[in-house]
């Protein structure tokens, strides 16, 4: 046998020798032919769809729907200029003073290799979108086998031209629609505006788990999460921003920590708020779950007198139960401090406080 | 490193659950590329390439050749340029991709592409791609792809015989070529251009299309050469070429004007190239001239049996009356 393999070998090597060109070919030109050369301009018309939880709307529904054009800006410091066509009274007056709005601090980079370790992207045939040719392309979960995103990636630009993203049982959330996409509009008497508002971050630091610890020592890292979640960041908001102005948190004027996690791609955002007039530290019975129906982008959050908050945002793909039981595994005191085996899944309502919404 | 367009998708794709900043409106329409992988910077290259043959169970190397590879993208737009293949100093030749293309709907066709991992090679990023067959669910090779270039840098592919790896030891892309010698070009000794199977059968009025094509293949293109003989003036020979959109295979047909005249069976003799030769397989037709045998039919692939291509091209000729 080995005899065999041994002439058999060299001419396997001889002509993959030769033919590596072509096969770097394929690869570099007809395999992957992906480009993520955005244009310098364009012109898009494109439809954004939400579902909701309402019972009465199945499906999605229409959010928003823009013609913008786009110019790439002078250096990459520079926001991206933006027209919306939908006539000048739809872009606010520039003034002297430009409000200021403040967006969250940057999340980190994901880890790159934790995404591959939970999904795996598929390109898997082609497909028109705004009257171009696009690679059908999807996310899939390692752990379903079913995507949890699909798009249509433009073959010249790189651009998702259709964007649907699933929850957990595979119904769509969200769709993004480009209905055109002019890689090459006419700019001709497009003045693009300044942006009608000036853009800082809240002031941030990021911190350890044992700084947290140190700063709230009524709550701990979650001793439970759902899949494959990996602490990704710790930041503690100002309170002040440089120019001496005060944020209130949700009305109130508190310490905001957001602890971050992520399986990759997601993003699991842990809000808690520890208001600045509380001396008495908060135990696990002073907290409770929200009672009454949910809305759509409701926070999922436990409170407490204070108050105290632990929140976090719904997520497409984690049940708000398992939201609820992160949050109650924060508390310290639990049911989930007893050894509790793998198999055992005890609802939130069980392991604390108050929990009517479930 | 910092990952941008990895980034980039992961912003695209969490645009959804990170709460929207105040200006998500506009965010929302930012055109950012998608994949992790681009191609638009590279116009040249220079790497050093080991081929292994590795046991089935990967632990013995058994066969290790190296070579340099010199690439200079095209000037023109869809150029793709040409690979220059060097071993031990020697020029082993000028390669280009492969003409006719298929398109790239037959290879998703039969293909997929899955995107599965990363890797650290050469100290560079790249992502690992497997190109998997569609019907079968089977992975057929997988390349691990520089996610700045696009260029392969480690290729494995998985036979009963053993494990085949192409790696780079070592890379440089965006080289200044204008030093470096890549010898001349190569003198065109044929004159080559597309035809259509219409022009194809105003010539050979006989020919028919392979019968037998394996599932998933479909013609590509047929290109007629030209090629000047000394004794014999010009001799013109058609070539068809089939793929799945990976694999391709090729049957060609020399256009001696007694064989267009009488393709009479009975004249030819067919041959199968060594069965133990994994790459390519051939099969060839000669025919008995009028004033000597020739070479007549030829075909060669790399996934098909040499008796499959015989066939194949056996059904191409008329049948005797």
């Known amino acids: 046998m080995l005899g065999r393999t041994g002439r058999v070998v060299p001419l396997i ?32 018309h494109v439809v954004v769809e939400v579902a909701t939880d309402d019972p009465e709307k199945a499906g999605l529904t229409l959010e928003s729907e823009q013609r913008v054009y786009y ?70 979960s390692r752990a379903s086998g079913h995507p949890v995103a699909d798009y249509c990636v433009d073959r010249e630009t790189g651009l998702a031209l259709r964007s649907v993203t699933y929850d957990l049982h ?20 497009i003045d693009f505006p300044r942006l009608p508002f000036r853009v800082m971050q809240y002031p941030s630091t990021d911190l350890t788990a044992d700084e947290l610890t140190a700063r709230l020592p009524w709550i701990r890292l979650p001793t439970w999460l759902p899949g494959n979640f990996q602490l990704l960041a710790i930041q503690h908001w100002h309170r002040q921003a440089p120019d001496g102005r005060i944020f209130r948190w949700w009305g109130q004027e508190s310490e905001r920590y957001e602890i971050l996690y992520t399986d990759g791609l997601d993003v699991l955002t842990i809000t808690v708020l520890a208001p600045l007039d509380q001396t008495k530290l908060p135990e696990r019975t002073d907290f409770s ?63 604390g406080g108050h929990y009517d919404a479930l | 490193m910092r990952c941008r367009s990895w980034r ?82 020697e020029r082993l030749g000028t390669y280009s991709a492969p003409v006719p293309a298929p398109p790239v709907e037959l290879f998703f066709r039969n293909y997929e592409l899955r995107i599965t991992g990363i890797d650290r090679i050469l100290d560079r990023t790249c992502h690992v791609v497997e190109v998997v067959v569609r019907a079968e669910e089977r992975p057929l090779f997988s390349v691990c792809v520089d996610q700045e270039t696009g260029v392969t840098l480690r290729y494995e592919q998985h036979f009963p015989e053993g494990i085949v790896r192409e790696r780079l030891t070592h890379f440089e892309p965006n080289i200044d070529l204008s030093q470096v010698d890549l010898g001349d070009p190569e003198p065109q000794a044929a004159h080559t251009r597309d035809i259509t199977l219409a022009e194809l059968q105003t010539i050979v009025p006989w020919i028919r299309l392979p019968a ?30 089939y793929s799945d959109g990976l694999e391709r295979f090729n049957l060609s047909i020399v256009l001696w004007p007694d064989l267009v005249q009488n393709p ?33 039919l030829m075909g060669f692939a790399t996934n098909l049996s040499s008796t499959d291509l015989a066939e194949m091209l056996w059904s191409m000729l008329p049948e005797d009356e």
């Open chain 1, 13 to 44: 090597v001889v002509v993959l020798l030769v033919v590596s060109a072509a096969s770097m070919a394929q690869v570099d030109i007809g395999l992957l032919p992906f480009r993520a050369q955005l244009p310098d301009a364009f012109y898009a």
């Open chain 1, 71 to 140: 110019k790439k800006p002078d250096s990459p410091d520079v926001f991206p200029y933006y027209y919306p066509d939908v006539g000048p009274q739809a872009w606010p007056a520039e003034t002297s003073e430009l409000p200021t709005v403040y967006e969250t601090p940057p999340i980190p980079e994901l880890p790159i290799d934790l995404f591959y370790a939970n999904y795996e992207i598929r390109v898997h045939g082609l497909d028109e979108a705004a009257g171009r040719s696009c690679f059908l392309v999807s996310i899939m």
């Open chain 1, 170 to 189: 595979g119904n769509a959330t969200y769709r993004r629609t480009y209905l055109e996409f002019d890689p090459d509009p006419d700019l001709e008497g």
């Open chain 1, 289 to 351: 779950a929200p009672a009454g129906p949910l809305d759509d982008n409701a926070l999922r959050s436990l409170s407490a007198t204070g108050p105290y908050v632990l929140a976090t945002r719904k997520m497409d793909r984690i049940p708000d139960g398992d939201l609820y039981r992160i949050l109650w595994s924060m508390l310290p005191g639990g049911p989930e401090d007893d050894d509790i085996g793998p198999d055992v899944n005890p609802e939130p309502m069980y392991q």
């Open chain 2, 8 to 89: 980039i998708l992961l912003v695209v794709a969490l645009a959804v659950v990170v709460a929207p900043a105040v200006h998500a409106q506009f965010r929302d329409v930012i055109p950012e590329g998608f994949l992790p992988l681009s191609t638009i910077d590279l116009k040249s290259y220079y790497a050093r390439v080991v081929t292994e043959t590795l046991s089935p169970d990967g632990r013995e190397v058994l066969m290790s050749t190296e070579g340099e590879v010199y690439y200079k993208r095209g000037e023109a737009a869809d150029d793709p340029g040409q690979w220059h293949l060097f071993a031990d100093g």
């Open chain 2, 212 to 241: 037998g094509t394996p599932e998933g293949y479909e013609l590509i293109g047929i290109q007629l050469m030209s090629l000047k003989v000394e004794e014999a003036g010009d001799i013109n020979t058609a070539y068809l070429y």
């Open chain 2, 264 to 296: 009479s069976r009975a004249l030819f003799e067919e041959t199968l190239g060594p069965a133990d030769v994994v790459i390519p397989k051939a099969a060839t037709l000669a025919y008995k001239g009028e004033d000597r045998t020739k070479l007549s």
